[in-house]
């Protein structure tokens, strides 16, 4: 599509949103954090920030985005058409591309094993081999090459088919069954012999957890998991129809994106514990759990293959809008067309997306570099996932409260949500508490 499209409903923009929303970042990024960083401190510290923090900010950014009907670039030179204030939103661009980089290899291993599953690969896994089974994949450079390339193809040709299209219509259709595939998987987790353990871990907070660390992650996991601080909601909110009411879309998207997550923590600390397996097991931990899960169900195959396959769509709509921004951006600030956008800016982060396979197999050079001793990959996921969403959303806040000012962000809003009740706390959490609480964890961070 050309031109810019509306979504067709209110529907359709909670359903989009809430499928760029909801992706491996609630079912992969999200327990292998909690597992990593002592359970339920982190669970509190992340549900504290959605509230406090995310959901001011997802509406900052769908006001931003609605009000001037552009990319986030775009949109900060409407507003400021001089001065550094687009930065911000070229930093949401760049941050999009290296997102999508190891996104889209994480989200080609939903793929992977919906095809192992399939083939009887992990029938009868257990805690014991699956590990291993999991290494193995993810050292074969040219399968994870391959997985990589298909998926963010995928992903390039429903961005290539427009807006309203693609992504509307798949999140419609199978978000629900994904929801009811986690329910059940949910409820046979709970049951699991053992799974009280793992429930205290995720439920009973020991907070002498926290480090600015554990703190900075919470907050960059609340950012990425709603899709904020890099203007996916300002390019998504550009599409919203006047009339629609954006804190009731906003309160939508918060809601389904945090109960999913939430759902996953249930699934996969009392396996793990029921299993005897470490929660800090890492970035693997959920592909090292769910497939000893479906062994112990009646059906397991067919569930195992029916999860990865819809967490593969739900994967999808999220790097649908990490491309869309990039591609949004090169279509109306650089006039080049939809096609041509979306092939470079997913050539881009294929590119980009080789470094981070490397990391798993034994050629991690980055590894061995003085003062780093962490992986490409893990570097990714810290410097972009984590710091560069808490960065951006803390100058959205600030130039949504100060610049354009919560009071004409606020006739915004108004406008589709006559009367929007929480205004005031709005305007006090943009103004005040995301600024400060932000940037009071980098700075701790940084210096402390
Ligand atoms: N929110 C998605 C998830 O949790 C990932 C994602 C999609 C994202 N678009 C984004 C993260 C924009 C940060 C910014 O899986």
Redesign the pocket.
Known sequence: MASRGKWSSSIGFILAAAG???????IW?FPYMTGKYGGAAFLFVYLAAVVLLGMPVLIAEIAMGRATGKNPVGAFKEFRPRGPWKLVGYLGVL??VM?LSY?SLISGWTLGYFFKTLSGALKNAGTAVTPGIFTAFAQNFWLQAFLLAAFLFITGYIVARGIANGIEKACKLLMPVLFVIMLILLVRSLTLPGAGKGLEFYLKPDFSQLTPRVIIDALGQA????????G?MITYGSYLKKEESIPAGAAWVAFL?TITAVMAGFIIFPALAAFGMSPEGGHPLVFHILPVIFDQMPFGTLFGMLFFLLLGVA?LA??V??LEVAAAYLIDERKWSRKKSVLTASGLSFLIGVPSILSFGNVDFFRRLPLVHISFFEMMDFVW?SLA?SVGALFIAIFVGYVWKSSSALKEIRQGAKRFRYAWIWSFSVKYLCPLLIAATLFILFIG
């Open positions: 760029s929303a909801i992706g491996i970042g609630n990024r941050a999009g997102i996104y950012f990425f998991s709603l899709s904020l601080g890099m996916a994106d994967a999220s790097t809008s990490l996932g969403l």
